[in-house]
């Protein structure tokens, strides 16, 4: 099983839609979440992260975190052609504080 | 804000050749720095973590020959691809964290080995 999961995608969405992507980790006692976004050929950009059990909201992003479920995902609301791009969902696990990644789910975002 | 620095943004080297990859932190102390490789369509995979003066710890099946992890400072570390082939030809990152938390990403590293 790996430790981050993602569904690759693509996710395709009309503009002005929410798009909502989803993570699932299996280290039951990770603490951070992040998610990032990487359009091609770049490093990855943080969008945000979150720690605890809930919804955290941050202009057109909201993260939630589902910890008993081991479920993080993150809603785009008015998503904009700008927005395509691959989302990575991150876990920090391990020694050192590591952040271990999924493989991405690549979002569309058509006008 | 917290910013790394990383050069070279792309590189092109023969096959047999070493290249090294540099990463500063800019204006903060990294006292962690984390070395991902992502090929085309894939996620980062993380290949190395270093504290600043002990040796690299390498993640499984990561050739801790061939990948040499230099962290000397807290502003600076290196990886050095030995004997480069083909089959390294990938974007490689580099990621520092600092104390209270938070993950800084360089820009990436293009190599390309012919």
């Known amino acids: 099983q790996k430790e981050v999961e993602q569904n690759s995608g693509p996710l395709s969405v009309p503009e002005g839609a929410i798009a909502s992507l989803n993570c699932t980790y299996s280290d039951r006692g990770s603490q951070s979440f992040f998610w990032y976004r990487q359009y091609s050929g770049k490093s990855p950009e943080l969008i945000m992260f979150i720690y605890s059990n809930g919804d955290k909201e941050d202009g057109r992003f909201t993260a939630q975190l589902n910890k008993a479920s081991q479920y993080v995902s993150l809603l785009i609301r008015d998503s904009q052609p700008s927005d395509s791009a691959t989302y990575l969902c991150?876990?920090?696990?391990?020694?050192?504080?590591?952040?271990?990644f999924g493989a991405g789910t690549r979002l569309a975002v058509h006008p | 804000g917290a910013v790394v620095s990383q050069h070279p943004s792309w590189v092109i080297c023969k096959s047999g050749t070493s290249v090294k990859i540099e990463c500063r932190s800019l204006?903060?102390?990294?006292?962690?720095m984390f070395w991902y490789r992502q090929f085309p369509k894939q996620s980062l995979m993380l290949m190395a973590t270093s504290n600043e003066g002990s040796k690299a710890t390498y993640e499984q099946g990561v050739e801790k020959d061939k990948f040499l992890i230099n962290h000397a400072s807290l502003t600076l570390s290196t990886l050095t691809v030995t004997s480069a082939h083909p089959e390294d030809s990938s974007f490689y990152i580099c990621s520092a964290s600092r104390t209270g938390g938070g993950y800084t990403f360089g820009s990436g590293t293009r190599l390309t080995v012919v």
């Open positions: 204006d903060f102390q990294a006292t962690t």
């Open positions: 991150a876990v920090v696990g391990g020694g050192y504080n590591k952040l271990i």
